[in-house]
Structures are given as C-alpha cells and as structure tokens.
C-alpha cells in the first residue's frame, strides 16, 4: 500500500496521559499536514510541514499539542496532558510541492485517521 | 428528500437517482474548491476540484458547479450507487503566505437505498 498510513488507528488513554500519533506520507511527498475531526464536522487544520520545516503551528489547539517532522519523511503528532475535549479523530494528509501553475494549490492525500478516546 | 439531522445534514436517495449536494463557502479569495468523500472510519478521499476561475467541471459520473456570485458550490452525482453512501465535504484551498490549507466545510451525509 502506497497510500499515507497512521499509526495507531484507535487509542483510548487516560485524561492526564500523554499520547504520541505517527504518520507516514506517500514516499515522494513533502509537505504533510495534520488535520482534527470531530463528529460531524470536516476536518480542521492544525499544522503543515514542507520537508523538515513546520511553516504553520499557529493553529495547534494550544501548547499542549506539538508536531515533528526530524528527517522530513514521517511524522508525530504528540498530545500532552490530555483532555477529555481532545477526543477526535487526528488526521494526517500528504501533498508533493509545485502542484499546479499559478496557485499554490495541490490535492492532498489523506490517511485513515487515529481516533483517540480520552477518559 | 433533505433533512437536518442532530449533526449533519443528510440526503436519501434511490440507486440510480441524480445526487445534488450543496455547499457554501465564505472566501472570496480561495483559488481552488475540492469535493472529498469520507466513508465511515476512513480518512476524506479526493472526488473533483475546480478552479476559481471556472464554473463547471466534470469527472466520471460527478460535475462541480461554482456559483462565485453567491459563493456556492454543487457537486452532482449521476446514477447513483449504494457504494456512493457516505459524507460528503466542500474544502476552499485559501492561500497563506507561501503555503496553502484546506477549510472544509460542515458535510453532507449521501445514503442511497437499492
């Protein structure tokens, strides 16, 4: 399978407990974008990496959430001190840089998501 | 027919019917309008995107309509099938300085009956 894959895909844990998600992008691509989904709603944008570089962290949930990308391939997503609130489905989504002329748009590819259940 | 549900708006339809799914987007200025579709306990799976400077688009069995005077967007899917089942989101592509993301609208829940 060459699609991007998450890791776990469920984790129920503890409220106080830290939580560690990884994700692994399409091989050649290198941005990679974290997304939260609750129920009923779209996704909703947390963090973007090109390569190693996290570019936008500013829509991290609040400082407990944080993201690293060290070798610019896969990923992890790391919830500390977990809430109740932060139960959700975490995605994680890959694109590869310079899609289309003109925009800066280009299709990202999406994983099947970690759900994590907070107690 | 539509109706509101506790959580997402839903539309039922038939096996072989046309599906029309609405959305509107508040951003003038996102350059990209993309349809995913996401099955339950799956991650959203790209359909069809359009171009903000184009107002019909069409794919195998679906067609994008972009309305920008009214900032709507329509994505319909023709004879449809059960394995079309599942929720449907509008995404704007909106442009930040050097990069872009992805607002996602709220979703529409297909159920097509045989």
């Known amino acids: 399978d060459t699609g991007v894959s998450q890791d776990p895909r469920h984790k129920i844990t503890k409220r106080g407990q830290n939580v560690t998600f990884r994700c692994d992008p399409i091989s050649e691509h290198n941005r990679l974008y974290w997304y939260r989904q609750t129920l009923g709603q779209g996704p909703e944008f947390l963090t973007y990496f090109q390569n190693e570089a996290q570019l936008e962290k500013s829509r991290l949930l609040s400082d407990r959430f944080s993201a690293e990308r060290p070798k610019g391939s896969f990923s992890t997503l790391e919830i500390q001190r977990t809430e109740q609130g932060d139960s959700a489905m975490y995605l994680c989504?890959?694109?590869?840089?310079?899609?289309?002329?003109?925009?800066?748009?280009?299709?990202?590819?999406f994983g099947p998501g970690t759900r994590l259940t907070v107690l | 027919g539509e109706s509101v549900g506790l959580h997402l708006p839903t539309l039922s339809v038939q096996e072989g019917d046309n599906s029309i799914i609405n959305c509107a987007y508040s951003?003038?200025?996102?350059?990209?309008f993309i349809w995913y579709k996401q099955e339950s306990g799956k991650g959203p799976q790209f359909i069809i995107d359009i171009r903000s400077n184009m107002d019909k688009r069409q794919g195998q069995r679906v067609t994008v309509l972009l309305n920008k005077t009214v900032k709507h967007l329509s994505l319909q899917i023709a004879a449809t099938q059960p394995g079309d089942s599942a929720v449907y989101f509008c995404?704007?592509?909106?442009?930040?300085?050097?990069?872009?993301?992805?607002?996602f609208g709220k979703g529409t829940m297909l159920l097509v009956s045989p």
């Open positions: 995404a704007e592509n909106r442009r930040n300085s050097g990069y872009s993301t992805l607002t």
């Open positions: 989504a890959s694109s590869l840089a310079g899609g289309v002329a003109g925009s800066s748009y280009n299709e990202q590819f």
């Open positions: 951003n003038s200025a996102s350059d990209y």
